[in-house]
């Protein structure tokens, strides 16, 4: 991905080489030396339409030539070069010090005049000028290119988050939608458990050993369907839960402790997480309520518990701790892996809107021997978790061994003072805890 940093690095490099078209041999000779002796490669062409091949042939950067020339005039000259490539720099010469050509020159977009005799400080000023020009020209070229390169990568990020949340939003509606038939499932099996039961307690049925031990069997199978039709519901509880969280905007106190358990559970219901990580969880017992929005922690919470996983995905250690804790001011909550950890120069970047390291990788690659591969990052988590926690007075602060691991703290007041357009909904203690 391209950063601004990258953006910004000019690579302007001019060629010098220099086309020189002047009827007049002995200035043709003389300028020709002064420029070769500057490490010019110096093109000669003793009339206009010589030149002009040479040009099309060369297509040197920088042309000088004579204002006055027999077949044809230096001003057609100049606007006919100029339509072969406008970006093309042509500096005019004249023996005569006309004023009046002068000035057509320069409307004609000449970049320089000079009058003969030509000295060798005014050749070189003409030059150089000619020459930043042609840097800021290709430095402006490089920026735009740059610029659209990044914004096609931008974009295609974006129409991926696009497309996750449209997944997402759909995909909450679906789960809603699984509550019904599974409620079918669970209320028939329960139906079966009951009749199997009565069945065994018949008496016909109870003096049959055989019989009995099969209905045990029947019941036990019909409970294991049970039991997940129940898992199942509690997977669906948890993402509806959540998803309708998320959606609340109001500042009411929280249970971090609360918010973190649902927040596994959540992550739970992913089998990769569930029989690949191994989490530790130490939860501060006595951690006051902290009046937040739930969106907000959920969402920092969220992008760290990810951020934490996807470090880990190459490591041979998979472990994820979580911790909270208070001091006298702050409440905090850490979130600490075992994953690739972050490079010395990068941890001033991690925060910075859009800076990622995650590149898509295709699951087609054969040499692939990850169980999960890296989906591609918007560099966004960090920077918005950042402005969130900010925003209620409290910061994110990080520490990282690369090879070892990372440790993300989140620190927020115990009594936040977050700006005051939004209130506190009436008649909400607590939104955290079922
Ligand atoms: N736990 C972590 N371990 C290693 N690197 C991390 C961790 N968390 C964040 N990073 C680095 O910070 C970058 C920015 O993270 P983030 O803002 O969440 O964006 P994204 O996850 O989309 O790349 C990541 O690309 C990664 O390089
Ligand atoms: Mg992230």
Request: charged share 25%; with cysteine; glycine share 4%.
């Amino acid at each position: 991905m391209l950063i601004a940093q990258d953006i910004i690095r000019p690579i302007a490099k001019v060629q010098k080489k220099i086309l020189l078209i002047d009827d007049d041999r002995f200035i043709l000779h003389s300028l020709g030396e002064m420029l070769s002796m500057k490490g010019y490669q110096v093109i000669k062409a003793q009339s206009a339409e010589e030149g002009l091949q040479h040009f099309k042939r060369e297509r040197p950067p920088i042309v000088m030539a004579d204002i006055m020339m027999p077949d044809m005039d230096g001003l057609e000259l100049l606007q006919k070069i100029r339509r072969i490539n406008a970006d093309t720099e042509v500096i005019m010469i004249t023996a005569y010090d006309r004023a009046d050509l002068a000035i057509e020159a320069m409307h004609l977009q000449a970049a320089d005049f000079l009058a003969k005799p030509i000295r060798p400080q005014q050749l070189f000023t003409a030059i150089k000028r000619a020459e930043e020009r042609i840097k800021n020209k290709i430095k402006t070229t490089q920026y735009i290119s740059r610029l659209e390169e990044a914004l096609e990568d931008r974009t295609q990020r974006l129409i991926q988050a696009e497309k996750q949340a449209a997944i997402g939003s759909r995909v909450a509606g679906i789960i809603h939608n699984l509550s019904t038939p599974l409620a079918v499932v669970s209320s028939r099996a329960e139906y079966l458990a009951t009749k199997l039961k009565e069945l065994k307690s018949m008496p016909q049925v109870e003096q049959n050993p055989t019989l009995q031990e099969d209905l045990d069997k029947r019941i036990s199978e019909v409970n294991v369907i049970l039991k997940n039709a129940q898992k199942i519901a509690a997977i669906i509880d948890t993402i509806m839960t959540k998803s309708y969280r998320e959606h609340q905007e109001y500042l009411a106190p929280l249970d971090i402790n609360q918010l973190v358990l649902d927040e596994l559970e959540f992550f739970q219901s992913d089998l990769y997480f569930k029989h690949n990580i191994k989490l530790s969880k130490h939860l501060d017992p006595n951690l006051p309520k902290v009046k937040v929005i739930y969106s907000h922690l959920s969402q920092v919470l969220d992008n760290l518990l990810k951020n934490a996983i996807e470090a880990m995905y190459d490591s041979p250690t998979k472990e994820l701790t979580i911790t909270t804790g208070q001091d006298e001011q702050n409440v905090w909550i850490k979130v600490q892996d075992t994953g690739c950890g972050i490079p010395a120069k990068n941890l001033k970047k991690i925060f910075t809107p859009h800076f990622t390291t995650k590149h898509y990788q295709k699951p087609s690659q054969p040499s692939e021997k990850r169980e999960r591969l890296q989906e591609g990052g918007i560099g966004l988590g960090l920077s918005a978790s950042l402005s969130l926690i900010q925003w209620y007075g409290g910061t994110i602060l990080v520490k990282s061994k690369l090879g070892e691991g990372s440790e993300f703290t989140v620190v927020i007041p115990k009594n936040p003072n977050p700006p005051p357009e939004i209130k506190a909904a009436p008649d909400i203690e607590a939104v955290a805890g079922r």
